[in-house]
């Protein structure tokens, strides 16, 4: 099964260039690549142009004018140029395992949604990571994660190698399997269905009210974050605002109180 992955990006050429060599190294490669670009500058342009003469993925750049925090916007873009007929979702900023998009293939259920997590690592450990490290594998390896600045705690066991421990973890977590942007996939008529991301919503939880109108439509999640894995690079969050996690608290209670199963705000402007 050949699939779409989706993750945004926004002058970050540094972490793009990290997340390109983690899809680079994938075990399972018949996926196309469109990175959701939300207004940035000709050094991310540059970036993956450089990275495609060397790559043998099928990457789509897909880009917008920059009107601050527009993820839901570039995100339904990205959505509209998707040609797969499952849909797989991360960030710019998280490194995926090699075998990420293997695993949420192999979770993949009809009328379901894959809910995976990540592993967050600090500053000093994100920058660190290089190339090499990524191909090997040995960024995911929790003994070199601890030897180069990363605390020892119950959460390295979400980079877990053990399948029997990963269902284990999968199936006993109190986490609910809601929609993460940062790891997450999905049928595309399922996404369509309840017409995609509310632009309305900026930074904080647009990402899980789409989920949660899925819900409303009887398509519920499936816990995978022990499965699929992926790195969360540190990074600065000085654009959020608290009036946007504010509206979108707002929008989220409406949709839960409501049981919205469709946005009027989204792919298709009603």
């Given at each position: 099964?050949?699939?779409?992955?989706?993750?945004?990006?926004?002058?970050?050429?540094?972490?793009?260039?990290?997340?390109?060599?983690?899809?680079?190294?994938?075990?399972?490669?018949?996926?196309?690549?469109?990175?959701?670009?939300?207004?940035?500058?000709?050094?991310?342009?540059?970036?993956?142009?450089?990275?495609?003469?060397?790559?043998?993925?099928?990457?789509?750049?897909?880009?917008?004018?920059?009107?601050?925090?527009?993820?839901?916007?570039?995100?339904?873009?990205?959505?509209?140029?998707?040609?797969?007929?499952?849909?797989?979702?991360?960030?710019?900023?998280?490194?995926?395992?090699?075998?990420?998009?293997?695993?949420?293939?192999?979770?993949?259920?009809?009328?379901?949604?894959?809910?995976?997590?990540?592993?967050?690592?600090?500053?000093?450990?994100?920058?660190?990571?290089?190339?090499?490290?990524?191909?090997?594998g040995q960024a995911f390896e929790r003994g070199w994660l601890v030897k180069n600045g990363v605390k020892r705690?119950?959460?390295?066991?979400?980079?877990?190698?053990?399948?029997?421990?990963?269902?284990?973890?999968?199936?006993?977590?109190?986490?609910?399997?809601?929609?993460?942007?940062?790891?997450?996939?999905?049928?595309?008529?399922?996404?369509?269905?309840?017409?995609?991301?509310?632009?309305?919503?900026?930074?904080?939880?647009?990402?899980?009210?789409?989920?949660?109108r899925l819900v409303n439509r009887g398509v519920h999640g499936i816990q995978i974050r022990y499965s699929a894995?992926?790195?969360?690079?540190?990074?600065?969050?000085s654009y959020v605002r608290p009036e946007m996690i504010a509206k979108n608290r707002a929008i989220r209670a409406?949709?839960?109180?409501?049981?919205?199963?469709?946005?009027?705000?989204?792919?298709?402007?009603?």
């Open positions: 099964m050949k699939i779409s992955v989706i993750f945004t990006t926004y002058n970050s050429p540094v972490w793009l260039e990290k997340v390109l060599w983690g899809f680079q190294y994938q075990t399972d490669k018949n996926f196309e690549l469109i990175i959701a670009d939300d207004g940035s500058t000709a050094e991310t342009k540059a970036c993956i142009d450089r990275f495609s003469q060397s790559s043998d993925l099928n990457i789509k750049h897909v880009w917008q004018e920059d009107e601050g925090f527009q993820k839901s916007r570039i995100m339904n873009k990205a959505l509209l140029v998707s040609t797969c007929d499952y849909v797989l979702f991360t960030d710019g900023d998280c490194i995926p395992r090699r075998d990420f998009v293997a695993v949420h293939k192999a979770h993949a259920r009809p009328g379901k949604f894959l809910s995976g997590g990540y592993f967050k690592l600090p500053q000093p450990t994100s920058d660190l990571i290089s190339q090499q490290h990524i191909a090997s705690n119950r959460k390295l066991g979400k980079l877990t190698t053990l399948q029997w421990k990963r269902a284990l973890l999968n199936s006993v977590t109190p986490a609910k399997p809601t929609w993460n942007g940062h790891n997450a996939s999905g049928w595309r008529e399922d996404i369509f269905a309840v017409n995609g991301f509310d632009e309305r919503m900026q930074y904080g939880g647009q990402d899980r009210e789409l989920g949660e894995a992926c790195l969360h690079l540190e990074h600065d969050h409406t949709t839960k109180s409501s049981k919205l199963t469709r946005t009027a705000h989204g792919i298709i402007k009603d």
